[in-house]
């Protein structure tokens, strides 16, 4: 059966994701303790650690002692850690800019462009109904560390390639969700297979010129999910 979370066991998961979104490292229990400051040895995190293996929410890599969050960790991070945060203002204005641009073939790509440079993902952004879409990003992801390792760049490619074949799934997911919500699947939750160790974010915009569509923010599961939250927000209140 499941079993609840401590609140000891929810902090030390929260601590040990974010640390590593950032920092792209399997976390030790060492770090934990500096990180989380409970006053619990090193010997207790590291069982509390093998209680979250157990449980499915992190997996030890084998050539390494620390931890790295699984497809069930980081959806349990969405679903309970994510705050949307403030954009800056000078991005604003940027941001507020891109809704000048009235031409509708001309805005869907120069949405992807700036998505996918603000959100350092891949960015596919268009109208599904006219099959409009442009893609703006993918070096721009090769940037992660995770793509040291060439197979992943070409796992990456196959997924993109993937994705073309599902836009239309995608594209529904982002307007059948409530509204504001950004639609966001990680891993095997994607439409399309080989998505395993990916995560797709996915939300509608409306032009305040009255055309609507899709945005889809694409980059390995370890994104920064805050902060692409925040942008799909953004987008999606154009019309204000």
């Not at 929810?10 to 974010?18: A, G, M, N, Q």
């Not at 030890?60 to 949307?84: C, I, M, W």
Request: glycine letters at 6%; proline letters at 4%.
């Amino acid at each position: 059966g499941i079993m609840e979370l401590t609140q000891r066991q929810e902090k030390i998961l929260h601590t040990l994701i974010k640390e590593y979104l950032d920092l792209a490292e399997p976390i030790g229990s060492e770090f934990l303790k500096k990180k989380t400051q409970l006053s619990i040895s090193p010997a207790t995190i590291r069982n509390e650690l093998q209680e979250l293996t157990e449980q499915g929410y992190i997996t030890q890599p084998h050539t390494s002692a620390g931890r790295v969050p699984t497809e069930k960790g980081y959806r349990f991070f969405v679903d309970n850690f994510l705050r949307v945060q403030e954009i800056r203002r000078q991005e604003r204005s940027r941001l507020d800019r891109l809704f000048e641009v009235e031409e509708q073939a001309e805005f869907i790509r120069t949405l992807a462009r700036t998505a996918a440079r603000m959100a350092g993902s891949l960015a596919i952004a268009g109208i599904a109904e006219e099959e409009v879409v442009y893609q703006s990003g993918f070096s721009g992801v090769l940037a992660a560390p995770e793509f040291t390792d060439t197979e992943r760049v070409r796992s990456f490619g196959r997924l993109i390639d993937e994705l073309d074949a599902h836009i239309d799934e995608i594209a529904a997911a982002s307007a059948s969700e409530s509204e504001e919500e950004a639609v966001i699947f990680i891993g095997t939750e994607n439409p399309c297979a080989g998505a395993e160790g990916y995560a797709v974010m996915v939300s509608p915009w409306r032009h305040p010129a009255g055309f609507r569509g899709f945005l889809a923010l694409v980059g390995p599961s370890r994104m920064n999910y805050a902060r692409n939250k925040s942008l799909l927000a953004f987008f999606n209140q154009s019309e204000i």
